[in-house]
């Protein structure tokens, strides 16, 4: 079947096989293997990497959404083990009414443990807490010669910072144990502050961020002028049962996620323009009070707004979208106000744009986070996309900053190698763990990896 990322570009046709356990992700290994070098396998989770990272064409793509068990809970812990296809949704479901919560979480719950850890995912708590591996006491992980090694940051270390991180190329994950988040209320705490401009945002953030557990700001990138970056600043913490109102105190740990409404896949292409993106950034900024203070929010409210609309991408229409995330190191503020300042004038509109703070790295090889400021945004394929992201690219590598691999579809190889300084020790990993290249996709050969 054709399978696209979530930008649904590119699609590509592979054999997709949905597995249920350990001995069907073997049968299928043999099989890729067995296909000889180029085509290869790769493992598949909720789909929600937005380029060609778990797309292989001509090859093997493993479903692994149906390896979703939780194998062990230690409750004074606050860990648990679980297969790699369980997803983010699925722990909450069970263990926020347990007072646990995922330890990080990116904009959508719908994310597999399996691909938490492959794309080294972060939050809106990296500033405090890292990055989801960092959380990942082992896990279990089977390799192209057949063997299950498990793996930590303290046993064959170089295999695990590879494989998180590595977008499924160092071998199959098939069990985690990871260390939840102890929460007394499913509630957070939220501050909203509405800044006129860039430089007001990052004084803000520079000068407050560590007050708070999690922060994210909404950017409006088609502002210009002294409106440029304007934005509105939500930042917040999980609630304490004796923070609630009374009525909530008896049941403090209620929670739903569920998905409110489905976009029909009927939008044409260029709905999402200049003008309608402009005036949907201008009710949504002058709806956001200036200053707000401990106002109660619920997890899907706060962390998942997105998933309560079900395939809210199909909105882009058929040509789909690029989200373009990079991160410009700390002391380069300069650097991104010329990238805002290039999108606002470029043409090109986006209305999901988003900045935030990096915390310090961890020793992944293709680990995204590092510290400075990441930039994400939504934009619609059209023509002359190509050349304004390269153009920025340039800039932000110039300045020593990076690309996300699971938002990437389009950063060219030369580039991608001067923003990972670590791609020789990833590549030394695997060619210890798969010399013969059986873990392949789209991804890895468009940056030859």
């Known amino acids: 079947m054709a399978l696209t990322g979530w930008g649904r570009t590119a699609p590509t046709p592979a054999l997709v096989e949905r597995v249920r356990d350990e001995a069907d992700v073997r049968e299928v290994l043999a099989e890729a293997a067995a296909g000889g070098p180029g085509r290869g396998v790769v493992p598949r989770g909720l789909a929600r990497s937005y380029g060609d990272a778990a797309q292989n064409a001509g090859g093997h793509v493993l479903d692994m959404t149906g390896v979703d068990r939780v194998l062990d809970v230690d409750l004074a812990a606050a860990e648990v083990e679980v297969e790699a296809g369980i997803s983010l949704d699925r722990l909450m479901d069970l263990f926020v009414p347990l ?3 995922v330890p990080v979480t ?3 719950r719908y994310v597999t443990v399996g691909g938490a850890i492959a794309a080294d995912i972060h939050g809106k708590n990296h500033h405090v807490a890292g990055s989801f591996s960092q959380h990942v006491r082992w896990l279990d992980l089977l390799t192209a010669d057949g063997q299950v090694r498990r793996v930590s940051p303290d046993s064959d270390a170089d295999l695990f910072w590879a494989t998180a991180g590595g977008m499924g190329l160092t071998g199959v994950i098939l069990r985690a144990r990871v260390r939840m988040k102890p929460i007394e209320s499913s509630q957070t705490l939220v501050d909203t502050d509405r800044t006129p401009d860039l430089d007001s945002l990052m ?7 560590h007050l708070y557990d999690y922060s994210v700001a909404w950017i409006d990138c088609v502002a210009k002028g002294a409106r440029m970056g304007r934005s509105v600043l939500t930042r917040g913490r999980f609630a304490r049962r004796d923070e609630l109102p009374a009525r909530r105190q008896a049941d403090p740990l209620r929670y739903s996620g569920s998905v409110k409404l489905s976009v029909p896949d009927v939008f044409p292409p260029r709905l999402l323009n200049i003008a309608t993106v402009s005036a949907f950034n201008e009710v949504w900024y002058r709806k956001a009070p200036k200053r707000k203070r401990d ?5 899907p409210t706060f962390f998942h707004p997105l ?6 991408n199909r909105i882009y229409g058929p040509r789909g979208f690029v989200q373009y995330q990079v991160t410009v190191p700390f002391g380069h503020e300069e650097t991104m106000r010329r990238v805002l300042e290039r999108i606002a004038t470029s043409g090109h509109a986006s209305f999901l744009a988003v900045l935030k703070r990096f915390g310090e790295g961890n ?7 590092s510290p400075g400021w990441t930039l994400a945004l939504d ?3 059209v023509a002359g996309l190509a050349r304004l992201l390269d153009e920025l690219d340039e800039q932000v590598v110039d300045v020593g ?8 579809s389009r950063v060219r190889p030369e580039v991608f190698e001067r923003m990972y300084p670590r791609i020789d020790d990833f590549r030394a990993v695997r060619a210890r763990v798969d010399p013969d290249g059986v873990f392949t996709s789209d991804l890895a050969r468009r940056l030859e990896l």
């Open 203 to 209: 004084t803000l953030l520079t000068e407050t961020d």
């Open 307 to 312: 998933d309560g609309v079900g395939a809210w």
């Open 379 to 381: 934009i619609p394929v």
């Open 295 to 299: 106002q109660l929010q619920s997890i």
């Open 401 to 408: 900053g990076r690309t996300y691999l699971a938002k990437d």
């Open 106 to 108: 990116p904009g959508t």
């Open 99 to 101: 007072g646990m919560f």
């Open 363 to 369: 020793p992944g090889m293709l680990s995204y986070p």
